[in-house]
Nanobody
Framework: QVQLVESGGGLVQAGGSLRLSCAASRSVFSRNEMGWYRQAPGKQRDLVANIGRGGGTNYADSVKGRFTISRDNNENTVYLQMNSLKPEDTAVYYC?????????WGQGTQVTVSS
C-alpha cells in the first residue's frame, strides 16, 4: 500500500525554483516527523529538511536560506519550496515519514538543475 506520493520534480535552470509535494495517508501524516532526503549519483542519501508534528523544522546547512519545508495538516501534505537552485542540488529527492520506530519512504522524484 503506497503511503507517500511525491510530485513536483523536474528540470530547472540555476537560480530557479521548484516546489516538491509529498502526499501522505492520514495515519502516516498525523503520527510522524516528515521530511526530505536527497541522493545524487554515486553519493549517499543525505537529509535536506524535516518538520515535526508541532511544526519545528531542521535544515541541512547547504540549503538554509534557500529551501523551506512546510506541512498542511488539512491536506496531509508536506511541501519543500526550493529557491535559488544550484546545479549541486541535482538529485533524487525522497520524502520520508519517521514514527520514532520505523521510517517510510516515497518513491523519489528527480530534480535536475542546469547551469
Amino acid at each position: 500500500q503506497v503511503q507517500l506520493v511525491e510530485s513536483g520534480g523536474g528540470l530547472v535552470q540555476a537560480g530557479g525554483s521548484l516546489r516538491l509535494s509529498c502526499a501522505a495517508s492520514r495515519s502516516v501524516f498525523s503520527r510522524n516527523e516528515m521530511g526530505w532526503y536527497r541522493q545524487a549519483p554515486g553519493k549517499q542519501r543525505d537529509l535536506v529538511a524535516n518538520i515535526g508534528r508541532g511544526g519545528g523544522t531542521n535544515y541541512a546547512d547547504s540549503v538554509k536560506g534557500r529551501f523551506t519545508i512546510s506541512r498542511d495538516n488539512n491536506e496531509n501534505t508536506v511541501y519543500l519550496q526550493m529557491n535559488s537552485l544550484k546545479p549541486e542540488d541535482t538529485a533524487v529527492y525522497y520524502c520520508y515519514a519517521y514514527s520514532g520506530l520505523t521510517t517510510k519512504w516515497g518513491q523519489g522524484t528527480q530534480v535536475t538543475v542546469s547551469s
